[in-house]
Structures are given as structure tokens and as C-alpha cells.
């Protein structure tokens, strides 16, 4: 235990609140709250310091804990985790959002507040778990515990179609997690190890290979898994359903972070597992990338409600994720993590909206609205700005990332151009639904009664609305600072998806 | 790092900074009060406008010797991606030194004129931030050192022409154009990002300087060939980006917009149509025209793509919207109409390679449009006090008023702006009237004296020396641009005879007035014997009719007298002023561009045809002035066929919302959401679901009949088996001992089996 490194510690922090909320019975409820509120803002401390110990420098991993976990003769599972460039902003984002999705839930959630909060603090870890570890099994396990909490989350303080919406996600995303769980250990069995970084050096030495058939395979068992949680056409009609139904901070936390487990996957495992495949595939997952773009954009503008609005044009940005990881080169990728971080931000600020409309008049259709921005004017200029942020204004985070996205997959060596003059035609769309649900909520004329005495943003609505802006100003202002952080690693795994047949570092 | 800010380097950021700043300022401390709100955006501007003086003499003093050859400018890294770095920076050459003289003046007088006209409106505050970041993005693009941060720039204009169109968000129609005009500019947008990011991987930069001024980089983009269409990558790059102006410059086919622009206060008419928005467009291809025209020898009549459909698109979007503009009575979409059109000339003037003389219409227009905005603004206002004042009177139940429609209706003219119902403003608003006279002469190209001619003036002389050399492309412009001419001078003289001569037709007309000047006007003794003295002085604040007309004075000094800068070397006695400009500006050019040889006959042909434009307009609308029961003679002329179809504006908004934007709804709403999403994706689901519970109802009958079965059986089987076995058990040794020797016999033989 001599080692425990500052990775392990963001990762352990929630349980340090998640254990006194389960056994402690006496806790009042504004109690539970703050000490919640006070678990996820010290852990996003943690985070943040990092931020400062990383070297940006180095490609591999940092702040490595590697411990014996499961030690079975022929192979070990190891509690080996570590943070690199293309995971620290994913981390940064799970704690990140968390604070934000407990401030929100201090009104709006009255049932229960000991198990929602134990929920909620068990859900960060295990998405933290997930984006740091590197050992397959140990991921294996923090991904399926990640669907639990949301379970209860959707299934218990949910809407009215709740159960239907919990089962439709859970059983999902449990039926890709399966196929996943199979190529694991098919490739735990071959390479005598668990451990990411030793499966792909061994892969790169060219120690470990596989027939162009079994290679698919297995690169398919990861996809689909990871198409599922994204989710990438037509895999999603479980997204919409969870969303709708979902409690405001389940939905945030959903869009903010559960969806980038499905892209990071892909950048973690796919890409430098299965390098040939990857590139194989690309086409393939690209078409399905912009047909999502397309796709989500036009389901969201023919929405009569607020959230599945929101909820659809996840599938469209994350599809430009997708676009963009699948360009196999340097500006693709970055953009396409970068993405992952706006969208969880956009959205995951989309949703916050959406939660204070539905506490003022409990209902999401967006016919019950109109004219708020003469009501609530706060609250209208910042909903503005976040909707500009997930149309991809410039000097606004999403911009910075679609760019990049586009300039990646034009330059891809993998892509022909097409993609990317379709992957621009969502962009158009995303102005046309957005501002189409910005007229008719916000403006016109106030019309309706119940709209006239809206009150405005109180001071938790408004706290947890701020930090969402100033990231949304800072990375569409300041992209180059969270690029320097992923650009070693990210050089790194172009080429190893790259390999020695084309070198397309940089482009 | 010791920086000097007032280094001609590094003072631009200085410029674009202000206005943005008091942006952030208004929205975050003092937008509760109006007043401080309104001198914290014309700090802002101003200062941005000295600023903008102190660089423009800076820049022409440094470049005394050799002017225009020295870029100024400074850049920061802004992101790296792998091996790649964006910049940001500023860039400052004789073409954005130029642009310095009319943005940030333009747009001042605009604030200047909001502050009286915007005046009663609650959200004072909000539409100065709002105008202040409009005029800080354009700056931005103006300054800007790369086509990344110029998209910045361009993006949030289109953002703030959303706003501030809607800016009266309660009524529907406003956010319905906001949004149109949001929409039809952002398709040009992506167009152009695309363009922009397909230049970043072939050039692999996006700076100015290593792509406008480097001749080199410019040969490779144009020997380079496309990914897609054949043709060359600096040809893709160009029509992508031309295809972003057609979208800001509202050129046809994306020019459905800027109409509609109007539902947004004046002010902001002004800022789209003269300092900011389309002249974004147009100057970003003034911008990048080294690259559009990259290995293309346009003087020997070599044109690339991108110059071709400049061209073209440029032409028909002259000729058209200058048709549709004689067919307006909404005195703002008449002017919205000269907009599209004159862009339509500077377009083209770049099609056919009239850099100079594209940039320097650009100018111009922007000067006498922000003026005739401006000067219409008044009228309007003037009218809305005479609705209101005739209301009181009560002679407005004689003149119907038109029922205000539900969103956006086609030929729905608001009261307050309808020329037909004004006439006779001379005597109300007698400054709005002689400065509108002023810009209209100058939008029509009144021959001499006014700035918009000797713009005009310039591109049709290039089109005629081109048309001259035998070159289609110029001979298209030519005609179109001269067919052009006579419908504006036309139009204008319609639009100002029927607005301010003549006798009210309306009371609204016989009230109107914005107080100031008019008081002692009507009281004056020239008035008096045109038997004004029945007409109420209206008591109105004075200082808010000031801060509107101020700024009309100004213009128009300025679109009279910022032409003759352009005037032709070989033009007597003008010619003498040596045609500063044209040296001027032809230093951001690699190759300084010859001004074609001095032909009288274009300066002839505009000449006249401005003038019969305008003799024909005096003549319908002048000699006798329209009364309150006639018909418009254009109208009776035209027939009512004609009319409606102008009317309708060639009933291409109709064709869009027909086959455009309903079949997209509709199939939003019923193939992709029901017929896809729900039946065919999730239908999958459920009957993968279905098949499941089937397999599991399958499984439990399995359960109870072959495994309860088997599973029954089992224990029975074993109780029978015990029941057999317990009779081996006897309990006695000789029969057990005889089970044991069985068994060593058996297993010996075994073993004797294994070791053979």
C-alpha cells in the first residue's frame, strides 16, 4: 500500500461519503445534501490538482496505482489504474458535473434523499472508475456498476413511464456489456493478462496477433457494446426513453457522462487493440456517424417536448464524436474528445434548463411555453448561451470541437471528403431545432397565465448554471490549454492505429 | 513581455476589443440602467473609432514610401493540434485600413442614432449590448489575420442579426425572420467552414499572410487538384467560400432574408446593411480574392470558377432585386431590395476582377445605406407620432387600417411604413428629407457629385472594358449592371417623391413629425406660405430628434465626399485628385492592379441612364404628385400581373416554404420520428422483446414438463435406486468378501490390461 497515487484517491473519495449515507440512519435530510454537495466538491478538488500533476509532456499513463487484485495461476487481474491525456478531461468532466447535478437535486428531489444521494455518490465513483482503469476486467466491473445506481435513479425517482424506461436501458446496455464481457476474456485467455498497456505493447510488438477474422470479432464485441452506450444509430432507442423518463440530474448525468463511456471506449480499447480492424471499420462506423448526425437532428426538430428534443440531439453530437474518432488521425480525435467533454457540458447544461422549466410548471411540452424570456430573463440569457454553446457558435465551446472534428475527418486518410460535407449539414440542423425550441419556449409573446409569475433563477439553480458557463466560455476561448493536455497521448495512439502501413501523424 | 498597445502592431486589438467590452460590461453590471448602459456602448464604440483613426494615419504614415506594402499585425498561438498550430491575430493592410474608416464610424453614428430612436423602448439596455457585440464582431472580422478568427467574427454577427431581428421577440413575426434570416445565412456558413477547413489541409495554415501574400502558396492551391468535382483545390476553396457570402451578402438564391430583416428595430437596419453583416460577405471576398482568382489569368479573360459564379450570381442578384425593388411599398423593403442589388454589383465587380473598385462601392453603399436606413427610421417614426397623433384627433376611423397578420405574411406592409400612405413629409421631417435625398442620389449614381457613382461608375467600366475585350462574363455584367442602374434611379426617385412630396395622403401623414427642426420649420415664413400654420406643433423631446438627425448630416457629407477619393486619374479637373485610393488599396494585392484606360462611354451610359432613372421617377411621381385616391402609376403601368408577382417577390420565399421547409417538417414529424424511430427501430426492439418473453413463457413450460419432469424423476429414480442397492447390503461378510475379491479380480485385469 506504499503506493497509492492521487488517482486513487479522486476515486475512492465518494465512497467516503457513499459509507456514512448507507450505514449513518440519524442523517437529517438538509444534512445528507450538504454533506453530498461537500463529498463531490472536494472530490472535483482532487480532480483538479490532477490537472496540476499531469505532464503533458508524456504520452503513457501517470499516476499509476498497480495492485494484485485476483491472482489465479495462469492469469492476474489487477486493480491498475492511471490516468493519460485522453482520459484526465473525461475524469475532470464525471467530477465536474456531479456537484452540479447534487445542487440541483436539493429542490427538486424530496423522496428518499438517503438512498438518491448514496446512489449519486456511487455512480461517480464508478464512472471514475471507468475512465481510469486500464486493467479490462476491473473496467468491466466499474462499467457494470455504473448501470445500477441509474437504474434506481430512472427507476425509482423518475416520470411517469419510469420502470419501462429503467428496464429498456438497463437490459440494453447489459446485452452489449455481454458480448463485451466475451471478448475480455477470450483476450485476457491469449494474452495472459488483463492489463491494457501490456495487451497492446504485445500487440504493437507483434507478440500477440490474431487472424483478420478473429480480430473483427473481437473488435466487434467491444463496438457493440460501446455503439450501444453512445449511442450510435439505430442502436439508440433507449436513449430518448431514459431520458424523458429520468429524474433532471439522472438525465445529466446520463447525457454529461454515461454516453462518453461508449466514445472513450472506442478511443481506449478499439483503436489500439485492434488497429487493423479499426481502420477497416472506420467507413462503415463513420456512415453510421453521420446518418446519426442527420438523424438526431431531424428527430429533435420534429419534438413537441423539451427534453426528448434535448435527448435526441445527443445522438447527433455524439455521432460528430464518433465522425471524429474514427477520422484515425491526430486533429480528429482530439476533436472528437474534446467534443465529448462539450457535449457533456452543453447537454448536461441543456438538461439543467429543461429540469428548472419542469420544477415551475411540470410539464415539458414546449407548447406550454412561450414568451419566458419576458418572465425570467435570467434565466433566458443563460439558457442563450448554452444553446448557442450546443449549436457550435464560435468562442463558444461546441464550435471549437465541431471544427476541429470536420478539419480532422477532411484531412482523414480513411474518409473521403463526403463525410464531412454531411457531417456539416447536421451543424446547419442543430441551428434549425435549437433556435426552433429557443422561439418557441423563450420567445413570443407571454401569452399564457401560468407563465406570467414564473419566478426567476433562485440561488442552487443559479450556482449550478455558472460553472457550466464560464467552461463554456474558457475551452471556446482557451481550446489550445485542454488540447496540450491530450496531445502526446493522443499522437501516441494515431500511431499505433496508424501501425507502420500509413503514417498520418499530424494530419 | 513589455508590449506597446499603440504600436500600429498591436493597437488593433485594442480596437476590436472595446465594443466588446462594453458587451460584457452592459450584461454583467449595468444593464439596470439605461443611461449608463447607453454611455458604456458609446465609450465603447467610440474610443474603437479613434483607435481606428490613430491606426489608419499610423498605417499610411509608415507606408509613405511604398504604400500598402507593409502589413501590420501581430498574432498569438491559439491551439495546437499534433503537428499543427491555429493563430490568432490582427492583421492591418490598406484594405482593412480602409474598412477602419467606415466601420467603426458607421457604426457609431448608429449608436449615436439609437440612443434617440430606441429611446421609449423597455429593453434599452439589452439592444445596446446587443449592437455593441455586433459591432465588436465585425471589427473582429475586419482585423482579423486569419480566416479561423474572421469566422469567429462572421458567426457571431449571424448570432447577433438573430437578435437583434427578434429583438421585438413578442411579436411573431420578428423571431420568425430572426430565424430566417439566422437559417438561410447559416447554410452559407457551413459551406464556407468546410471550405475553410479543406484550405487548412491543403495550405495546412489559415493566415493571411503565408496564403494572400505568398505567391507560392498560391500557385500550390491552384495546381493542387480537388478532392471532389475536378477543377483545382483553390477553385473548391473559393466557390465554398463565395458560397458563405452568398449566404451574408443575401445574394440570390440565398437572399430571401434580408427582407425581412426590417422586423427588427432601424437601427439595426442600418447595422446589417451598411457597417456590419453584408458587408461581411462582401468584404470577405474582397478579402480573399488573390485566392479565388489563383491561377486564373482574369485579364487576358481566364476566369476561375469562383470568379465565374461571382459573376453570374452577382449579376442576376443586381438585376433582380433591383425589379423587385420597384414593386415595394414598404419604404424599408424597398431599401432592404437596393441592399441586395447594389451587393449584387460589388459581387460581380469581383467576378469579373474589379477588385478596387468593388471595395470601393462597398464603402460608399455603406455610408449613403446607413443614411437612407436611417433617414427612413425617422420617416417611420415621424409616421407612427402622426397614427397616434390623428388617433387623438380622431379622423383615423376614415383610413382602415390593415389587420396585423400572425407571423411572417408576404405582402403584409406595416402602416407606419407604407409609402402610399405618406407624401407631403417634405414640411414635417424637412432634414430627413434633404439628407434622404442626398443618399438616394447617391444610390442612384447622380452623375459628379455623389460617392455611389464614382463606385459604380468604376465597376461598369470594367465590365465594359472587359465586355469591350470580348469576354462573355463582362458582357453579362455589363448588361445586367447597366439594366441595374436605371431601375434604382428609378425606384429611389419613386420611393422619395412618394414619401416627402406632395400633399398627406393619410392624417397620420397630415400629423406626422418627430418635433425638433420642424417647430421652427413650420413657423418659418416659407412655410407659412404653404399655409402650414393649421397644423399642430407637436410637443416631443427634443434631444432624442437630435441624436437622430445628427447622424443623417453627417452621412450625408459623407456620400457625397468619400467618393472622390476614386475618381479616375484621366477624368478632368477630378482626375487631378490622383486617385489616391486605387494606389491605396491596390498594395494588399500581390500584383498591383492597372485601372483600366479612361472610356468615356461607361461614364456616358451611367451617367444618362441614372438620370432618365430618375427624370422617369419625377416624372410618374414628381411633376404630379400622387394624391390620395390615385393609383400608383408603376402599378397601372406594370399591370396587376406583373405587380403581384413582384409583390410576391418571383414567389421564391413560397417556392422554399413549399418545397423546402414543409416537406422537411413533415418528414420530421412522420417518417423519421413515427415511421423510423418508432415503428421500424423500435419496433425491432419489441419484437426482439417480444420474442424473448415468448422464449421465456417457452422456458417455463419447458420448466414444468421436461425439467420439473426430468427434475421429478431424478429423486425417484435415485429413491429406487437406493431401494435396489440397500438389498446388496446384507450384512454379511462372506457375501462382502466376495464383492471384494470381484472387485481385485476386475481391477487386476485392468491393470493388466494397461501394462500390455
Not at chain 1, 500500500?1 to 449515507?21: C, K, N, Q, R, Y
Not at chain 1, 478531461?89 to 436539493?106: G, N
Not at chain 2, 439609437?114 to 475586419?142: E, K, Q, W
Amino acid at each position: 500500500m506504499e503506493d497509492i497515487s492521487l488517482v486513487t484517491v479522486v476515486l475512492m473519495l465518494p465512497l467516503v461519503g457513499f459509507f456514512p449515507l448507507v450505514f449513518v440512519r440519524s442523517l437529517t435530510d438538509q444534512t445528507i445534501r450538504w454533506l453530498t454537495l461537500t463529498v463531490s466538491i472536494i472530490t472535483f478538488g482532487a480532480s483538479l490538482l490532477l490537472l496540476r500533476n499531469f505532464d503533458s509532456n508524456q504520452a503513457g499513463l501517470q499516476m499509476v496505482t498497480d495492485w494484485e487484485w485476483i491472482s489465479a495461476g495462469s492469469f492476474t487481474i489487477r486493480y491498475f489504474v492511471g490516468v493519460d491525456g485522453i482520459s484526465i478531461w473525461l475524469v475532470l468532466l464525471s467530477t465536474f458535473i456531479m456537484p452540479l447535478a447534487i445542487l440541483f437535486s436539493f429542490t427538486s428531489i424530496k423522496e428518499r434523499p438517503r438512498l438518491y444521494y448514496a446512489l449519486l455518490l456511487l455512480m461517480e465513483w464508478a464512472m471514475i472508475g471507468v475512465f481510469i482503469a486500464q486493467d479490462l476486467f476491473l473496467f468491466y466491473v466499474f462499467w457494470e456498476v455504473t448501470l445500477v445506481p441509474m437504474y434506481f435513479l430512472i427507476g425509482i425517482w423518475g416520470s411517469e413511464d419510469r420502470i419501462y424506461a429503467a428496464i429498456k436501458f438497463f437490459l440494453y446496455t447489459m446485452a452489449g456489456s455481454l458480448l463485451m464481457l466475451v471478448a475480455i476474456l477470450w483476450l485476457g485467455n491469449e494474452a495472459g493478462t488483463f492489463a491494457v498497456p501490456d495487451i497492446i505493447a504485445q500487440i504493437q510488438s507483434g507478440e500477440l496477433s490474431f487472424d483478420v477474422s478473429t480480430e473483427r470479432l473481437l473488435f466487434l464485441g467491444f463496438a457493440i457494446a460501446f455503439a450501444i452506450k453512445v449511442p450510435m444509430w439505430p442502436l439508440h432507442s433507449w436513449l430518448p426513453d431514459a431520458h424523458v423518463q429520468a429524474p433532471t440530474a439522472g438525465s445529466v448525468i446520463l447525457a454529461g457522462v454515461l454516453l462518453k463511456m461508449g466514445t472513450y471506449g472506442f478511443v481506449r480499447f478499439n483503436l489500439p487493440m485492434f488497429p487493423e480492424a479499426s481502420r477497416d471499420f472506420a467507413p462503415y462506423i463513420a456512415v453510421l456517424a453521420v446518418i446519426g448526425i442527420i438523424y438526431g437532428a431531424w428527430v429533435s426538430y420534429g419534438q413537441k417536448d423539451v427534453k426528448k428534443l434535448v435527448a435526441y440531439s445527443s445522438i447527433s453530437h455524439l455521432g460528430f464524436v464518433m465522425l471524429g474518432i474514427f477520422a484515425l488521425n491526430s486533429a480528429g480525435i482530439q476533436g472528437g474528445i474534446l467534443q465529448m467533454v462539450n457535449h457533456g457540458i452543453s447537454t448536461g447544461g441543456l438538461f439543467l434548463l429543461v429540469g428548472m422549466l419542469y420544477e415551475r410548471r411540470h410539464t415539458k411540452l414546449m407548447s406550454a411555453f412561450g414568451g419566458i424570456w419576458a418572465a425570467m430573463p435570467l434565466f433566458s440569457g443563460i439558457s442563450l448561451v448554452i444553446v448557442l454553446s450546443s449549436m457550435g457558435l464560435p468562442g463558444l465551446n461546441g464550435f471549437v470541437g465541431e471544427f476541429t472534428i470536420l478539419v480532422g475527418s477532411a484531412g482523414s486518410d480513411v474518409l473521403s471528403i463526403w463525410f464531412t460535407v454531411f457531417a456539416s449539414l447536421g451543424i446547419i440542423l442543430a441551428a434549425v431545432y435549437m433556435l426552433y425550441m429557443f422561439n418557441t419556449v423563450y420567445m413570443g409573446a407571454l401569452d399564457k397565465e401560468e407563465n406570467r409569475r414564473l419566478p426567476d433563477l433562485h440561488w442552487q439553480e443559479l450556482w449550478a448554471l455558472i460553472p457550466i458557463l464560464i467552461m463554456v466560455f474558457a475551452i471556446g476561448l482557451q481550446a489550445g490549454y485542454f488540447f496540450d493536455f491530450m496531445d502526446n497521448s493522443v499522437s501516441q495512439l494515431v500511431e499505433q492505429v496508424s501501425g507502420s502501413v500509413v503514417a498520418t501523424a499530424g494530419r | 513581455m513589455n508590449i506597446n498597445w499603440f504600436d500600429a502592431d498591436y493597437l488593433p486589438w485594442l480596437i476590436m476589443l472595446f465594443p466588446l467590452l462594453s458587451f460584457v460590461i452592459i450584461v454583467l453590471f449595468t444593464a439596470r440602467s439605461r443611461i449608463v448602459s447607453q454611455f458604456v456602448a458609446l465609450a465603447g464604440i467610440g474610443i474603437a473609432w479613434v483607435l481606428s483613426m490613430v491606426e489608419f494615419v499610423k498605417v499610411v504614415w509608415a507606408s509613405d514610401a511604398e504604400l500598402g506594402h507593409e502589413v501590420f499585425g501581430s498574432s498569438i498561438d491559439w491551439m495546437t493540434l499534433g503537428t499543427r498550430t491555429f493563430e490568432m491575430g490582427v492583421l492591418v493592410d490598406p484594405l482593412t485600413a480602409y474598412m477602419l474608416l467606415m466601420v467603426p464610424l458607421a457604426c457609431l453614428l448608429i449608436f449615436a442614432y439609437s440612443v434617440g430612436y430606441m429611446r421609449s423602448d423597455p429593453h434599452y439596455s439589452r439592444f445596446f449590448a446587443y449592437i455593441s457585440l455586433f459591432a465588436g464582431a465585425m471589427l473582429t472580422l475586419v482585423l482579423a489575420d486569419n480566416l479561423l478568427l474572421l469566422f469567429v467574427g462572421w458567426e457571431v454577427m449571424g448570432l447577433c442579426s438573430y437578435l437583434l431581428i427578434g429583438f421585438w421577440f413578442h411579436k411573431k413575426s420578428a423571431y420568425q425572420a430572426g430565424v430566417k434570416a439566422f437559417m438561410t445565412t447559416r447554410v452559407g456558413d457551413m459551406l464556407m467552414m468546410v471550405g475553410i477547413g479543406y484550405l487548412f489541409i491543403v495550405a495546412r495554415t489559415l493566415d493571411f499572410r503565408e496564403i494572400l501574400y505568398n505567391e507560392e502558396m498560391l500557385a500550390h492551391l491552384a495546381s493542387t487538384p480537388a478532392v471532389i468535382f475536378g477543377g483545382s483545390a483553390a477553385a473548391l476553396i473559393g466557390v465554398l467560400l463565395v458560397a458563405g457570402t452568398i449566404g451574408k451578402s443575401s445574394q440570390f438564391p440565398l437572399h430571401v432574408w434580408l427582407p425581412d430583416a426590417m422586423e427588427g428595430p432601424t437601427p439595426v437596419s442600418a447595422m446589417i446593411h451598411a457597417a456590419t453583416m453584408v458587408s461581411a460577405g462582401v468584404y470577405m471576398v474582397v478579402r480573399m480574392f488573390p485566392l479565388l482568382s489563383a491561377g486564373a489569368d482574369f485579364h487576358a479573360g481566364d476566369f476561375s470558377a469562383p470568379m465565374i459564379v461571382m459573376g453570374v450570381i452577382g449579376s442576376i442578384t443586381a438585376l433582380g432585386a433591383a425589379i423587385l425593388a420597384v414593386g415595394q411599398n414598404d419604404i424599408k423593403r424597398i431599401l432592404a431590395y437596393s441592399t441586395i442589388s447594389q451587393l449584387g454589383y460589388m459581387v460581380a465587380a469581383l467576378g469579373i476582377g474589379a477588385w478596387v473598385a468593388a471595395a470601393f462601392h462597398l464603402v460608399n453603399h455603406a455610408f449613403f445605406k446607413a443614411l437612407l436606413f436611417m433617414a427612413s427610421g425617422v420617416v417611420i417614426h415621424a409616421m407612427e407620432h402622426g397614427q397616434h397623433e390623428a388617433a387623438e384627433h380622431g379622423d383615423e376611423h376614415l383610413h382602415h387600417e390593415p389587420e396585423q397578420p400572425d407571423g411572417l405574411v408576404m405582402d403584409y406592409v406595416p402602416p407606419a411604413n407604407d409609402i402610399r400612405r405618406m407624401g407631403g413629409l417634405l414640411d414635417r421631417i424637412p432634414v430627413t428629407a434633404i439628407t434622404m435625398a442626398i443618399g438616394g442620389l447617391s444610390l442612384a449614381g447622380f452623375p459628379l457629385i455623389t460617392a455611389g457613382f464614382w463606385s459604380k461608375d468604376e465597376i461598369i467600366a470594367d465590365a465594359w472594358h472587359g465586355a469591350g475585350e470580348g469576354y462573355l462574363l463582362a458582357l453579362l455584367v455589363v448588361l445586367c449592371l447597366l439594366a441595374a442602374a436605371v431601375l434604382t434611379a428609378f425606384y429611389t426617385a419613386r420611393m422619395w417623391f412618394m414619401t416627402f412630396w406632395g400633399a398627406p395622403r393619410t392624417p397620420a401623414a397630415q400629423h406626422a413629425g418627430i418635433g425638433s427642426f420642424r417647430n421652427a420649420w413650420v413657423r418659418s415664413r416659407w412655410a407659412r406660405a404653404r399655409r402650414l400654420e393649421g397644423v399642430a406643433v407637436s410637443h416631443q423631446d427634443r434631444s432624442s430628434a437630435l441624436w437622430m438627425e445628427v447622424p443623417l448630416i453627417v452621412l450625408a457629407f459623407l456620400a457625397i465626399f468619400a467618393g472622390f477619393i476614386g475618381v479616375h486619374t484621366d477624368f478632368p479637373l477630378l482626375g487631378a485628385l490622383d486617385n489616391p485610393l486605387h494606389e491605396f488599396l491596390g498594395g494588399t494585392l500581390l500584383e498591383h492592379p492597372t485601372a483600366v484606360d479612361f472610356n468615356w462611354l461607361p461614364v456616358l451610359a451611367s451617367s444618362l441612364l441614372a438620370l432618365a432613372g430618375l427624370g422617369v421617377g419625377y416624372w410618374l411621381y414628381g411633376l404630379r404628385p400622387l394624391g390620395a385616391e390615385d393609383a400608383d402609376p408603376a402599378e397601372q403601368a406594370l399591370g396587376a400581373g406583373i405587380w403581384r408577382v413582384l409583390e410576391n417577390r418571383f414567389y421564391i420565399d413560397i417556392l422554399y416554404r413549399r418545397y423546402l421547409v414543409r416537406p422537411a417538417e413533415w418528414f420530421a414529424v412522420n417518417i423519421v420520428i413515427q415511421a423510423i424511430d418508432k415503428e421500424t427501430i423500435d419496433g425491432v426492439l419489441e419484437t426482439i422483446g417480444e420474442a424473448f418473453v415468448w422464449l421465456g413463457e417457452f422456458f417455463k413450460r419447458f420448466n414444468t414438463i421436461v425439467i420439473d419432469g426430468v427434475g421429478d424423476g431424478i429423486p425417484g429414480a435415485i429413491g429406487s435406486f437406493a431401494g435396489w442397492f440397500r438389498q446388496v447390503q446384507t450384512g454379511r461378510i462372506q457375501q462382502y468378501l466376495l464383492y471384494v475379491t470381484l472387485a481385485l479380480l476386475a481391477l487386476g485385469a485392468l491393470m493388466f490390461i494397461q501394462i500390455r
